[in-house]
């Protein structure tokens, strides 16, 4: 079950981006609102809480939705969504979903998630600390039993690296 669950949820995230720029630091003024609208739910996060400063290894948490199919992302841009899919998975640099088996959903800390490259989630290594003194924003969401529907959505956080 495991192993059918990490490429159905990069399945779920992926779709291909246009062209290659340079990355601008996320920014947090259009910060506040859901990440994904038509969710029914809020998901309630803590830390690393909007505009706080940690280290290179956060712990992420947030009120557990009971969903079978979670996942939390740390952007290095804003995330952009378009018909409900992230469009600027390309952006997307560490990520934790509950297919990979590791932390629970409401509490993980750095080390259960892994690194994302181009959009692919790499599953076979340790991930890398984030950079410091570099910005990012992270966000939580989740889908019904069937994949197909975000069911719970968290704002994006906006954080920095000291």
């Not at 340079?22 to 609208?37: C, M, V, Y």
């Not at 995330?79 to 409900?84: K, L, M, P």
């Not at 509490?107 to 991930?127: E, K, L, W, Y």
Request: aromatic content about 10%; proline content about 6%.
């Amino acid at each position: 079950m495991r192993k059918m669950l990490i490429p159905f949820a990069l399945c779920l995230i992926a779709c291909g981006c246009e062209g290659e720029t340079a990355p601008a630091p996320p920014s947090d003024h259009d910060l506040g609102n859901l990440l994904f609208p038509s969710a029914e739910h809020e998901i309630v996060t803590s830390l690393p809480a909007h505009e706080s400063v940690t280290d290179s290894i956060p712990d992420f948490t947030w009120v557990q939705t009971s969903q079978p199919i979670v996942f939390v992302g740390v952007f290095d841009e804003n995330v952009q969504i378009q018909n409900a899919r992230v469009v600027n998975v390309a952006d997307n640099v560490w990520a934790w979903h509950t297919g990979l088996g590791t932390g629970r959903e409401g509490f993980i800390t750095f080390a259960h998630g892994r690194n994302v490259v181009d959009g692919v989630i790499q599953v076979d290594a340790p991930p890398r600390l984030l950079e410091s003194g570099r910005s990012y924003v992270w966000a939580v969401w989740a889908w019904d039993a069937s994949g197909r529907t975000v069911t719970h959505s968290s704002q994006e956080i906006f954080f920095t690296v000291e």
